[in-house]
C-alpha cells in the first residue's frame, strides 16, 4: 500500500504527562499540537522523544492527531521504546529513515532500484530508467516518446436501439479523466513539418453509427469496422470507417456521420473534419441485422491495434460492368481456400466449390508439409478441372504432376475465386493474385457480384484481364483509403516510330504501363515491338543486350525466348492486322540494378507472359516505346505509379 510522509516547519512541543515504553499516545502541552500536521489514512510523520539532559531519544512514527493527542508506533528506526516524563520534548525532526525513503542518483547520476510512481508525474527531460519502475497512473513524458506512443487506451462497442456506439475508454474500459488521461501521438497536421504532437482526451468520446447507416455492410453480413482516432487541433475524437487502409502519414478528411452513411470507404466521425492527423486504433467484429444498416447484434470481437492487412471484408467492390475493372482497392489478394491432395499418379486437388479453368496459375501453402513433387510457393497451373477437383502441371498445358512420401497440416490454395461468393459467374473478366505479384487470366463466363469481400496484403494488387472483344481499363481503380491507388503520371497516343516517356517520378512502389489496342502499319510484316529504358531521363536508352529478358511470339510454337537485346516482347502485332493489349509491370524501379519487370500481352485470343530483371546503373526516369519497322497507326498508352 502507498504511504505519504507529512512535514511542517518549526513543529516542536513538550509533553503534558509522562508516558511509559510501550503506549501509543501522546499528549503535548494545550495548544503545542496545532504545530504539527494532522495524517489522516495512509499518511504519517516522523517525530523525536529525546531529553537534552541525558541525551536519550526514541523516533517515533505519527499515525493521526486530534489537537494535542498524538497516536503514535513506537521505537522507530533501531531505537528503544523509553519511558518519558512531562516537561520531555517531542519534536518533528528530519530523521535516518527519512532521508531513506527520498531517490536518490547514485555515483552514475542514476536513480537505482524499483521505483513505484503512484500519481501524475511529469518527466520533462533526459531521464534514464534503467530498472523495473512501476507507474500506476498515467505519466506525462513530454520527450523522447516517438511517434507510435498511445497511452492507457481501451475500447468499448455496444448495440442499443438498432445503433452501433463505440468509445474511447482508457486501459480500465473507464472513461479517461484529468488525472488518468487518454494520450496519442499524430503526424503534424502541417504536411511539410516532419514532427508529432501528443494530443490528451479526458473525457468520454465516442462515435454512434446510427440505425440504417450501414458503413457498406449488407444485410446480415458479419465482418470488421474500423476505428481511428483523428486529431482535431488537439482534441482527440473517434472515426468508425469499413476500411482499413486509411494512411496515417498524411492527413485525411471526414465526413458526418449520419443514417445515411452508406459507404463502407468514407471516414464517419461525429463532426466532419477537414485534413486532420488520424490514427489507427483497432477493428470490431461484427454481424449487422437482417436489414442492412440496423445493428442487431452485439460485437463477437474488439481488437486494440492489430494487424489490418487481413480481414474478411477489407475492401469491397461493387458490380463490375462492361468497361469496370475493379472499383474497390489496388493493394487486394484474393483469400486462400482450405484444400486436401492425393499422394497418386497423379496428384488430385479437391477444393469444393472451385470456380478455376484448365492453365489457372496457382500456388500452395501449409501449415505443414507437401507431398514430394509439390513446393510451397511454386506456381503450377491447372489440368483438368472437374467440379470439386483438378490436377496440376508444371507448366501451362503440361503434364500432370505425381506425388509421392507423405504429407501434414492443412494445404490451403492461393487465388481462391469461391470467396466471392455463390452467386453467377457470367461476363468476361477473372483474376487471379498472389502476394505482390500480378498474374493475369484470360477466361470468359466470370463477373464478379456486388459486395466482393477480399483479403487485404500490403503490398499486394490486383488486375484483370479482358478477352479481345473488350477493351482493358483500369482507369477505375482505387484504393479504399481514399483517392487513387494508381496514380496516372501521364498518357498519350502511339504514333511514329517512338513514343518517349520521360520525367518518370521516383516516388512510387512500381510502375505500371498499359498499351491498348496497339497496331502498326506493316500488317504484312511481323514487326518487333519493343520497350526500352533509360536511367539519364531519355538522352539515351540503353539497349544493351541481356539487360532485358527478350521474348518473342509465334502463333505456332507460342511463347519462345529470342534472346534478343532490350526487347520485353516482339512480334505481337503479327500479319492479319492484329492489335495488341499489353500491360508492363515494373518494380523496384528506383533502385536501378535488378528491377523486376513482367509483361502481360493479348493478341489472337493468346495471353501470353515474360519476366525478367532490368540490370541498370541507377534508377529508370524515362521510358520508349518503339516499333523496329514502319510506325504506329493506332493505341494509346497510360503510365501508373503504384502507390
Known amino acids: 500500500m502507498s504511504t505519504q510522509q507529512l512535514f511542517a516547519n518549526n513543529a516542536y512541543a513538550t509533553l503534558a504527562s509522562g508516558i511509559n515504553g510501550s503506549v501509543t499516545s501522546l499528549t503535548v502541552t494545550a495548544g503545542q499540537g496545532a504545530r504539527f500536521s494532522s495524517p489522516t489514512g495512509v499518511q504519517f510523520f516522523m517525530a523525536v522523544l529525546f531529553n537534552s539532559a541525558s541525551g536519550l531519544y526514541e523516533v517515533v512514527k505519527v499515525t493521526n492527531r486530534s489537537t494535542d493527542t498524538f497516536t503514535v508506533v513506537r521505537a522507530q528506526e533501531n531505537s528503544t521504546g523509553l519511558s518519558w516524563i512531562a516537561g520531555d520534548s517531542f519534536e518533528l525532526r528530519i530523521s535516518m529513515g527519512t532521508m531513506q525513503r527520498f531517490s536518490q542518483l547514485d555515483s552514475d547520476e542514476t536513480v537505482s532500484g524499483t521505483k513505484a510512481f503512484s500519481a501524475s508525474n511529469t518527466f520533462s527531460a533526459s531521464n534514464t530508467f534503467s530498472v523495473r519502475n512501476v507507474f500506476t497512473v498515467p505519466q506525462n513524458f513530454s520527450e523522447g516518446l516517438g511517434p507510435n506512443y ?116 468514407v471516414l464517419y466521425s461525429t463532426t466532419a473534419r477537414t485534413n486532420v492527423p488520424i490514427r489507427y486504433i483497432g477493428r470490431i467484429k461484427i454481424q449487422t441485422g437482417a436489414v442492412a444498416g440496423e445493428w442487431d447484434n452485439a460485437p463477437t470481437a474488439i481488437t486494440l491495434s492489430s494487424d489490418m492487412r487481413s480481414s474478411s471484408n477489407g475492401l469491397t467492390a461493387t458490380a463490375l460492368a462492361t468497361t469496370d475493372i475493379w472499383n474497390g482497392g489496388d493493394f487486394c489478394h484474393v483469400g486462400g481456400a482450405t484444400v486436401t491432395m492425393t499422394i497418386a499418379t497423379p496428384c488430385v486437388v479437391t477444393e469444393a466449390g472451385h470456380l478455376r479453368a484448365a492453365n489457372d496459375p496457382i500456388r500452395f501453402a501449409t501449415t505443414g508439409t507437401l507431398p514430394t513433387g509439390l513446393v ?42 469461391s470467396s466471392f461468393g455463390t452467386a453467377s459467374y457470367i461476363g468476361t473478366r477473372k483474376l487471379v493474385v498472389f502476394d505482390a505479384e500480378l498474374m493475369l487470366v484470360h477466361s470468359a463466363n466470370l463477373s464478379l457480384p456486388g459486395a466482393v469481400n477480399l483479403d487485404v496484403g500490403v503490398g499486394d494488387y490486383i488486375e484483370v484481364v479482358a478477352d479481345t472483344t473488350t477493351q482493358l481499363d483500369v482507369i477505375n481503380l482505387t484504393r479504399s483509403s481514399g483517392g487513387s491507388g494508381l496514380t496516372v503520371i501521364t498518357s498519350g497516343s502511339l504514333s511514329g516510330a517512338a513514343v518517349d516517356i520521360t520525367n518518370i517520378p521516383q516516388s512510387y512502389s512500381a ?84 528491377a523486376s519487370i513482367m509483361a502481360r500481352y493479348t493478341y489472337d485470343t493468346i495471353v501470353n507472359t515474360a519476366q525478367g530483371n532490368y540490370i541498370g546503373g541507377t534508377g529508370i526516369n524515362a521510358l520508349e516505346i518503339k516499333v523496329s519497322l514502319g510506325a504506329f497507326d493506332a493505341g494509346t498508352y497510360v503510365l501508373y505509379g503504384v502507390r
Do not use: M
Not at 438498432?162 to 499524430?186: G, H, M, Q
Not at 487541433?233 to 482499413?244: D, K, P, R
Not at 483438368?384 to 503440361?398: K, L, R
Not at 532485358?548 to 526487347?567: E, I, K, T
Open 150 to 265: 498511445i497511452s492507457t487506451l481501451g475500447l468499448v462497442a455496444s448495440v442499443s436501439s438498432k445503433a452501433l456506439t463505440t468509445a474511447l475508454k482508457t486501459r480500465a474500459l473507464a472513461n479517461p479523466t484529468a488525472n488518468a488521461p487518454i494520450e496519442i501521438a499524430f503526424r503534424n497536421a502541417t504536411l511539410a513539418t516532419g514532427d508529432y504532437v501528443i494530443s490528451s482526451l479526458a473525457a468520454a468520446a465516442s462515435v454512434v453509427a446510427p440505425s440504417g447507416a450501414t458503413l457498406g455492410f449488407t444485410a446480415s453480413q458479419e465482418g470488421y469496422l474500423y476505428v481511428y482516432a483523428l486529431d482535431n487541433a488537439g482534441t482527440i475524437e473517434l472515426i468508425l470507417t469499413g476500411s482499413n487502409r486509411w494512411d496515417g502519414g498524411t492527413v485525411q478528411s471526414t465526413t458526418a456521420i449520419s443514417a445515411a452513411a452508406d459507404s463502407g470507404s
Open 376 to 417: 510451397v510457393g511454386t506456381v503450377y497451373y491447372v489440368k483438368t478441372p472437374v467440379a470439386g477437383a483438378y490436377n496440376v502441371s508444371a507448366t501451362p498445358g503440361g503434364a500432370a504432376i505425381n506425388t509421392s512420401g507423405t504429407q501434414s497440416g492443412t494445404h490451403t490454395v492461393a487465388g481462391n475465386i
Open 511 to 594: 510502375l505500371i504501363l498499359e498499351i491498348i489496342g496497339l497496331s502498326h502499319d506493316r500488317a504484312s510484316i511481323s514487326t518487333p515491338v519493343s520497350i526500352v529504358a533509360s536511367t539519364n531521363n531519355g538522352v539515351s536508352y540503353d539497349t544493351t543486350l541481356s539487360h532485358y529478358p527478350g521474348f518473342s511470339v509465334d502463333q505456332a510454337s507460342g511463347l519462345v525466348n529470342n534472346g534478343a537485346a532490350s526487347l520485353l516482347f516482339s512480334n505481337v502485332a503479327p500479319a492479319g492486322g492484329y492489335s495488341l493489349d499489353a500491360t508492363v509491370n515494373i518494380s523496384g524501379y528506383q533502385s536501378g540494378p535488378h
